[in-house]
């Protein structure tokens, strides 16, 4: 099937590798005039359910993001995939993906390094490149960032960024302003991430350029709730850690409502996304057959996610991540107020003031300048944040802290330290983060594999791409049967109508109406109208549907309406 597809996108002009010319570039792909429309569709409906439905706003960030934004966020240190080199040809692989193809083992990317190492040489794997064998070559972390400079010469280091979510939570302090610092809030985004990855594979499906859409929901985890009536009745194929654990594991086929009252979805957040991607991913034609929700295992989580469930579309055996739903919890906000300038933090209101017990320090300056010269402001901050945690470490006559990888003992006196009842309207809480996050590309590849079907039409083997009408990068073709007569110029002016009318139109007058009508359901444009001796008589076209290859006759009149119809799933066609 992959081959057959990715000749079929080729040639019709949904995707194909970047830079031919110049022998191509692994990992890196260009959407033709289908391709970058159907995405574009795809793209569109994702907005329509998680932004517009849910009532988030959009922003767009830049690409490229200075260094300690992703020292903040982890990414310099964890953000790796496991690299093994042959020693005789120089090829890098990705240690983990090279298990899972040739062993019946799954899920390698949970393993520690040394684990896959032995894995590699019980298993006798050999380079995929030269045949050379790999056991006893060093299997290590690959950090998968593209580094550049942001300014001349040296400049400042930088990095493309690898997830849209940092450019989103780097501006949390504004963002909180547009929302009125009102909790809960979501905002989107569309656009590229970059990861050089080591194996770039399956077409589409692992590339070094890819398009995200994320959505990062900030909540107060002690008092939002999402609303999970609206998906409790949604039906999902589950397969959380025990199962995957068991001998036997199998999914669990059950409800939203029904998987959060008995815990196999811990998160009331996660489970309601879970619950959209469901419906969404059944609106834009993936096979539910073959979807399913894999949790992850622990070994296999992100730094920085509590929890995350993968939805997955099967592709050619093989189970492929479409999206990942997580609880990234505080992590990301906490990491970035203690990193920056920034205040990341949203302000709780109480519903009645309170009268609480609040340490404080105030030091003597006259002692700590001299006696600690540049130090003294950064020990001030030190015994403040020590006072907050742990009020018993200034209960005898000498206090120690650490400012700056130093230690330093102050005598308590000299601290200031007291604790006072103070009257406080609320407090500042970080805000926990549950994110969606869908990978575009799979998405429009999954769409394309589960739509690819073949038939015989007429005693001819025909091929058609089952796209649902909503994301078809054509809506219509409209052809004459013959361009003589009015009839070409009458279809021409239909086709200049319908697009004014804002639908995707293909004229083509070229070859015998079965052929055009192969080539529309190859590309899979849902609808077709053909002109013909009758139609310039009575003003109607025959009207043709992809799937069943059914025809009617509709006046041109109310062909906008019906078309509009049909492309909206107000009308099926067997209504006609």
Not at 17 to 32: D, I, L, M, T
Not at 206 to 221: G, K, M, N, S, Y
Not at 251 to 257: A, E, F, M
Not at 545 to 561: F, G, H, I, K, M
């Amino acid at each position: 099937m992959s081959d057959e597809l990715v000749e079929l996108a080729k040639r019709r002009g949904f995707f194909f590798q970047a830079a031919e010319p110049y022998g191509g570039v692994s990992g890196f792909y260009v959407y033709g005039p289908q391709g970058a429309t159907l995405k574009r569709n795809i793209e569109d409906s994702w907005r329509d359910r998680f932004q517009v439905e849910e009532g988030h706003r959009e922003i767009d960030a830049p690409t490229i993001m200075p260094e300690p934004v992703f020292e903040a966020s982890g990414h310099l240190d964890t953000f790796d995939d496991m690299l093994v080199e042959c020693p005789e040809c120089g090829e890098s692989h990705r240690a983990d993906h090279l298990i899972e193809d040739n062993t019946g083992i799954e899920d390698a990317e949970s393993f520690p390094l040394d684990e896959v190492g032995d894995l590699i040489a019980d298993h006798d794997l050999h380079c995929p490149n030269c045949d050379t064998p790999l056991a006893g070559e060093p299997v290590e972390d690959f950090n998968l960032m593209f580094e550049t400079d942001i300014g001349p010469g040296s400049g400042q280091p930088g990095y493309l960024r690898p997830e849209t979510a940092q450019g989103i939570f780097v501006e949390f302090p504004r963002l909180k302003e547009y929302a009125r610092n009102s909790l809960p809030f979501g905002t989107t985004q569309i656009g590229k991430a970059y990861r050089n990855e080591i194996s770039p594979r399956k077409s589409i499906v692992r590339v070094r350029e890819l398009t995200q859409a994320e959505l990062e929901h900030f909540i107060d985890p002690e008092e939002d709730e999402p609303p999970i009536e609206r998906v409790e009745d949604v039906e999902v194929r589950l397969y959380p850690t025990p199962e995957q654990n068991a001998d036997e594991g199998e999914y669990i086929v059950t409800t939203i409502g029904e998987a959060v009252e008995e815990g196999i979805i811990a998160s009331d957040w996660v489970a309601y996304y879970v619950g959209v991607a469901q419906e969404w991913y059944e609106r834009i034609g993936i096979d539910m057959n073959r979807f399913r929700f894999r949790q992850h295992l622990a070994g296999e989580r992100s730094h920085y996610a509590s929890d995350c469930w993968d939805a997955e579309g099967e592709i050619d055996g093989d189970w492929v991540e479409l999206a990942g739903i997580s609880d990234r919890s505080d992590y990301d906000l906490s990491k970035h107020g203690e990193y920056s300038d920034d205040d990341f933090t949203v302000f709780r209101q109480y519903d009645e003031p309170k009268v609480v017990e609040r340490a404080t320090v105030e030091p003597d300056m006259s002692y700590l300048g001299p006696e600690f010269g540049g130090a003294a402001g950064d020990i001030t901050d030190a015994l403040q944040t020590l006072a907050e945690r742990d009020r018993s470490a200034f209960d005898g006559d000498e206090v120690t802290v650490e400012a700056d990888g130093e230690s330093y003992t102050i005598p308590i006196e000299k601290t200031g330290f007291s604790v006072d009842e103070v009257k406080e309207s609320g407090e500042h809480i970080t805000p926990h983060v549950i994110e969606p996050s869908i990978g575009v590309d799979r998405a429009l590849y999954t769409v394309l594999v589960h739509s690819y079907e073949q038939d015989d039409v007429e005693d001819e083997t025909r091929t058609r791409l089952a796209l649902e009408p909503e994301l078809a990068p054509t809506t219509v073709g409209v052809f004459p049967l013959m361009d003589k007569d009015g009839m070409g110029e009458t279809a021409r002016d239909i086709a200049a109508d319908l697009r004014a009318n804002g639908f995707d139109v293909t004229y083509d007058d070229s070859g015998n109406i079965g052929r055009r009508y192969r080539r529309q359901d190859e590309v899979g444009t849902p609808f077709c109208v053909t002109v013909d001796y009758e139609g310039l008589e009575d003003d109607t076209v025959t009207l043709r549907e992809r799937d069943s290859t059914e025809q009617v006759r509709v006046a041109v009149s109310d062909l906008d309406d019906i078309l509009a119809d049909l492309r909206s799933g107000d009308r099926a066609f067997s209504n006609l």
